[in-house]
């Protein structure tokens, strides 16, 4: 029987495997930076079925916001990316074929005789136990500010002086004079 | 109600916790204030924001020797940062740097054509604070935030001279190798927390004591490769050899008033934490690293000198000198006893006051095109300008390690402690290898009082104007040192040269001179009367490696 979730992974395998090829196979390299955005949007919904939400916005902000947007600025930087075929096939590719069928078969392995692996004993359990505490961001919320443990506050509002180094250099290095 | 089972969750540090951090406090203070008071100050004349910095300076160093004074030390933040007595000596040696900096500033700014002047200044004292912060983490998040915002400026301050590309070519060079390195600690203490569950050095330190280390624990695999990233990561920052290839090019090529200034402040920062973790945290896993620093002591001992005895440009052999003085630095951390940590700060301390008078030495005889610093140019100073002169001599002679000045002091206690700790072909090797070090030392002060220039140099009066155009230190230029450069804009300003003696260059800004008598009389102090700082030393290493 086919539950909600299930449904969901099988669309999100799909869309990922899809992207991921097409990311690889498309002629024009724009159309493999915004492939590649959808598939980080995808992989974000990886880790949202995982019960990992925090992981999966910063997967969205990060790789489908940020990356994407250094990718697609480098390719428009650095060649002319609206010729036909930018992205031209690489004479290599039966060896990059070898190495990801080889990466896939070690990945495969590792994850079906891992002791953490879905079929073993303890994972359920750590699945239902890891959504019964509210979910990774409120652990991360509490963790932030816990007065009872050790809490992260200060690093936290240290890295906002860390930003602040970065803008003021970003200034420094762009202001045309 | 949704809020009534988060309202717990809400935490407030007290007082304590603000008064251990109040130097770095004050520091932040002083850096927004600088940024602040950059938007009122009028272009091209911005020298009186370093000394709104130095009045910070100062104030934070009024504020950490109460804190030791004090003598109440602890944690703060639930375990982020403690003020103990290894974090406030550090905070002490750093002040000095980045006070030294600072006064160096002002004349070398105007003279290099600054455009941004008040960020400059900004960046310098928030990169302290990013030492500081360093230097004073009881946690790996602070360790690593504070690294973070110390690089993150130099990175700027680096390329920071829009008009000279190798400024900007050092910035660069910086940066991503810098980041790498940065990503190598973090994947270490990634790993180090995937193995023992803790961030806080207190949490490994009792993980590693209580559990039994072996490969096949489980957790072992993790550690080791947890100490090998974070062994490169820090030995990447400490600049120690084979992590040494970007230091020559980004010291020479960035502002030497910042030169000065993190070949000091990051060695203490990065020694400091490097201490934490292998001296502190993860001490019972000593038989692990150990063996692997003692080869990088080795190396950098041996390669730094022999490297720097080759050049020929003052302030190449400085930065080559600054990795030699990282492998003396790094004997102390591989002997791992109380009395050589000791070694280790006093080493810092006297590195300070030496190193820093030698690079602003250099930064008074520079040029404005980034020229003037080979041994050719020091030659016959002795005549020229005998203050300098006499103040270049003395650091040399310091860094040299002879007695009855710093240098000797720190070698000292150094290779003492490694004698006493079962490492004496540590101390043996380093020996033998300052007896290099002695050579290109003397070199200088050999040039300076005892040579003539060659060909009375033609120089420019036209050199404040003529265009900069110099050779991208490429790969080679790592190998040949300055040699290659040596030959600026003649070309151009030749139709209107006339002889101009070099003394008569630039003179030399009433605050670098401040600065350099600061160095000197330190240099001197620490060497002839260091009981009172071999104290403070020793307080330090008790509270850390027991």
Redesign the interface.
């Known amino acids: 029987m086919l539950d909600l979730p299930t449904v969901a992974f099988y669309i999100i395998a799909i869309l990922l495997v899809g992207t991921a090829l097409a990311v690889v196979l498309s002629r024009n390299i724009v159309h493999a930076a915004l492939f590649l955005a959808v598939f980080f949007g995808a992989a974000a919904g990886v880790y949202v079925l995982l019960n990992a939400e925090f992981i999966a916005i910063v997967q969205v902000l990060i790789y489908a916001g940020a990356v994407t947007i250094l990718v697609l600025f480098a390719i428009m930087l650095t060649q002319n990316a609206m010729s036909r075929n930018a992205n031209p096939f690489a004479g290599q590719w039966w060896l990059a074929a070898i190495i990801c069928a080889a990466l896939a078969i070690g990945i495969i392995y590792a994850v079906g005789s891992s002791k953490m692996a879905l079929l073993s004993a303890n994972a359920s359990a750590n699945m239902t136990t890891a959504g019964a505490a509210g979910g990774s961001i409120v652990r991360l919320g509490q963790l932030l500010y816990s007065p009872f443990d050790y809490s992260y506050v200060l690093p936290f509002e240290i890295a906002s002086i860390v930003l602040l180094v970065a803008i003021v250099g970003a200034i420094v290095i762009g202001r045309e004079d | 109600m949704i809020f009534a089972d988060i309202s717990?969750?809400?935490?407030?540090?007290g007082a304590t916790d603000w008064l251990r951090i109040l130097p770095e406090l004050i520091l932040?203070g002083t850096g927004l204030l600088t940024?602040m008071a950059d938007l009122v100050a009028a272009p091209g004349r911005k020298g009186w924001l370093a000394l709104v910095g130095l009045a910070g300076v100062i104030g934070a160093l009024v504020a950490t020797v109460m804190l030791w004074a004090g003598g109440t030390y602890g944690d703060?933040?639930?375990?982020?940062?403690n003020d103990d007595r290894v974090a406030l000596f550090a905070s002490v040696v750093i002040l000095f740097a980045v006070g030294v900096g600072l006064l160096f500033s002002p004349g070398y700014v105007e003279r290099q054509g600054i455009?941004?002047a008040g960020?400059y200044y900004?960046?310098m004292i928030?990169a302290a604070?990013?030492m500081m912060?360093m230097s004073s983490a009881s946690?790996l998040?602070?360790l690593f935030?504070?690294l973070?915002?110390l690089s993150?400026?130099l990175?700027?301050l680096s390329?920071?001279v829009?008009t000279r590309r190798r400024s900007q070519e050092a910035g660069m060079k910086y940066f991503i190798l810098s980041s790498f390195a940065s990503a190598f600690l973090l994947y270490g203490m990634a790993l180090t927390y995937g193995a023992t569950g803790k961030t806080?050095l207190a949490g490994i330190r009792a993980f590693v004591t209580t559990h039994a280390f072996t490969m096949g624990s489980g957790f072992g695999p993790l550690l080791v490769v947890a100490l090998g990233l974070m062994a490169v990561g820090f030995c990447f920052k400490v600049s120690a050899i084979p992590f040494q290839a970007w230091t020559p090019d980004v010291y020479v090529g960035a502002p030497t008033s910042v030169t000065a200034f993190m070949s000091v402040g990051t060695k203490v920062a990065a020694f400091v934490g490097l201490a934490r973790v292998f001296l502190f945290a993860l001490s019972p896993l000593r038989p692990t690293w150990e063996p692997v620093l003692w080869v990088v002591a080795v190396l950098t001992m041996i390669g730094g000198n022999l490297l720097a005895a080759t050049q020929r440009d003052v302030k190449r052999m400085l930065a080559y000198s600054s990795v030699a003085n990282a492998g003396y630095m790094m004997v102390a951390v591989a002997t791992h006893t109380q009395a050589s940590f000791q070694g280790l700060l006093i080493y810092l301390a006297t590195y300070a006051a030496m190193n820093l008078g030698a690079f602003g030495v250099v930064l008074a005889l520079e040029r404005r095109d980034g020229q003037g610093t080979t041994l050719d140019d020091f030659a016959g100073l002795g005549r020229r300008n005998p203050a300098l002169a006499a103040l270049m001599a003395l650091f040399m002679f310091a860094l040299a390690g002879t007695p009855a000045t710093a240098g000797f002091i720190g070698k000292w206690y150094v290779f003492y402690a490694a004698m006493r700790g079962a490492h004496v072909e540590l101390a043996i090797i380093g020996l033998l290898a300052s007896l290099v070090g002695v050579y290109y030392y003397l070199r200088v002060v050999w040039a300076i009082y005892f040579t003539e220039p060659a060909t009375a140099p033609l120089l420019v009066t036209a050199d404040e104007s003529a265009p900069v155009h110099e050779p991208i230190a490429s790969a080679s230029a790592t190998a040949t040192g300055g040699v290659a450069l040596a030959e600026p804009a003649t070309a151009t300003g030749i139709a209107m040269a006339t002889r101009v003696l070099p003394a008569e260059r630039a003179p030399v800004h009433l605050a670098t001179w401040l600065g350099l008598a600061l160095a000197g009389v330190l240099t001197l102090v620490l060497g002839i009367v260091p009981m009172l700082m071999v104290d403070w030393a020793l307080a330090a290493a008790q509270t850390l490696v027991k």
């Open positions: 717990p969750f809400t935490y407030t540090p932040l940024l703060a933040f639930y375990g982020m940062v455009v941004h960020e900004t960046l928030l604070l990013g912060l946690n998040m602070m935030v504070g973070e915002i993150l400026a990175y700027i390329a920071i829009t806080s």
